[in-house]
Structure formats: structure tokens, C-alpha cells
């Protein structure tokens, strides 16, 4: 940004004079076109940086899964819960608690024999 100043002197038409826009930063003093320069460095470094992170992405989707394959459980024969005797009584029921071996799915995930 160039902004224009008039200076008036006794005697002498007015005449214009332009100010260069600097920015202080400490004791430094900084013009526009090496703030211009710093951005568009920063902006290239962050284009790099935004690359490598999709690269590195892509790697992570391509990279083999390990394959695994699903077994009935044999503690609870894929009901999910442990085998309780229920009473003869009519009208009485055992809710019997979660497979520990399964956790209460049925199934047992173990690697695929390749």
C-alpha cells in the first residue's frame, strides 16, 4: 500500500511524495516485499508439509490387513453364554452370565493360517 502525502512549503506549488510501508518487528524494520517473499515461503512450506501428510495417508490405507477368520466357540457352542443347569421347578429361570472365552458374541477371532 502506497500512500500519498502532500507537502506544502511557503512559497512553492504543493508536490506529492510517497511513503513506503514498513512494519517494525523489535528494531527491525520490514518492506513489503520481503513480508511478501516470508509468505509465500511459508505458504510453499505448508503445501510440502499438507503433501507429505497425504502421502503418508495413503500409505497407511494400502499397507496389508492381517486376515482373520471367525471360530464357534466351544465353551458356549455360539450362544454367547455359559452353560447353566436350569431347575426342575416350573415358573424358575437362571439368566446365566456372558461367555468369558467369547465375551458374549459366540465367536472366537483368531489369524487366518496362511
Not at 17 to 28: D, F, H, M, Y
Not at 51 to 69: D, F, Q
Not at 87 to 99: E, M, S
Amino acid at each position: 500500500m502506497s500512500t500519498l502525502l502532500r507537502l506544502e512549503t511557503p512559497g512553492s506549488v504543493s508536490s506529492t511524495a510517497s511513503i513506503r510501508p514498513t512494519l517494525s518487528i523489535g528494531r527491525k524494520a520490514y518492506g513489503a516485499a520481503v513480508l511478501l517473499r516470508n509468505v509465500r515461503a511459508l505458504d510453499v512450506q505448508f503445501s510440502e508439509l499438507q503433501k507429505l501428510r497425504n502421502r503418508v495417508r495413503i500409505a497407511e490405507l494400502k499397507r496389508p490387513r492381517e486376515v482373520l477368520t471367525e471360530v464357534v466357540c466351544p465353551a458356549c457352542d455360539s450362544t454367547g453364554f455359559q452353560k447353566v443347569k436350569q431347575p426342575t421347578q416350573t415358573g424358575r429361570k437362571i439368566y446365566p452370565p456372558k461367555c468369558t472365552e467369547c465375551c458374549g458374541k459366540g465367536r472366537i477371532k483368531k489369524p487366518a493360517a496362511t
